[in-house]
């Protein structure tokens, strides 16, 4: 979903298991589907992990507990390992994060994160164990993520710290606009740059 990104303050939904892949993300079956209806990929988000095979919840798994909530998932090292699918960035987005933080993300699921308008915030593994120690402590904990300063602020302890983002893609995220949205907005500019450079 196309949204434009700025300050976000909320609670977070906590996820401390290092090295989730984008099949536990989003089971491989589902990447058959002809849809790219948010809905559909976010109620598939986490799967197996949800659901047993039977259809029933799995009360204890953090997605199905009430305590949490919010749309900044908290979650474990190495995030987003393994195949390259996009659906995984999708159904993250469909369900509603805006944000992951984690200590570690796979590149290729970090671009597609960005892509689709989920903010990928990379920090050192002390604060990622003190977020979880303060959500831990008070599910109502909540997290500032302010993108034009680059910042994310554990408001429970106060601390702060600095996170990298690719400036074009920060420009796109902060004012709504995907790759297409950007090439049409400098259309001008492509035209007149093209026009200067023709080959005699």
Partial sequence: ?????????????????????TDQIIPARFLKATTREERFFGDN?????????DGTVVEDF???????????????????????REHAAWAIAG??????ISSFFAD???????????????VSEA????LFQSIQVNPQTEVEVDLPRQTVTNLATGRSEHFDIN?????????????????????????EWENGNKLC
């Fill in 1 to 21: 979903m196309k949204q434009q990104f700025n300050v976000i303050t909320s609670t977070c939904v906590p996820l401390p298991i290092e090295n989730v892949d």
């Fill in 108 to 122: 290729i699921h970090k671009n597609n994160e960005l892509n689709n308008f989920v903010l990928p915030v990379q």
């Fill in 167 to 191: 400036g074009y893609k920060k420009h796109c995220l902060m004012n709504g606009l995907d790759d297409i949205d950007f090439l049409v907005q400098n259309q001008d500019k492509t035209t």
């Fill in 62 to 84: 953090v997605l199905n507990n009430p305590t949490y909530s919010g749309c900044i998932l908290v979650a474990g090292k190495n995030f987003g390992s393994g195949s390259s």
């Fill in 45 to 53: 988000l986490f799967r197996d992990w949800r659901y047993r095979s």
């Fill in 95 to 100: 369900y509603g994060f805006r944000v992951v």
């Fill in 127 to 130: 604060f990622l164990a003190e």
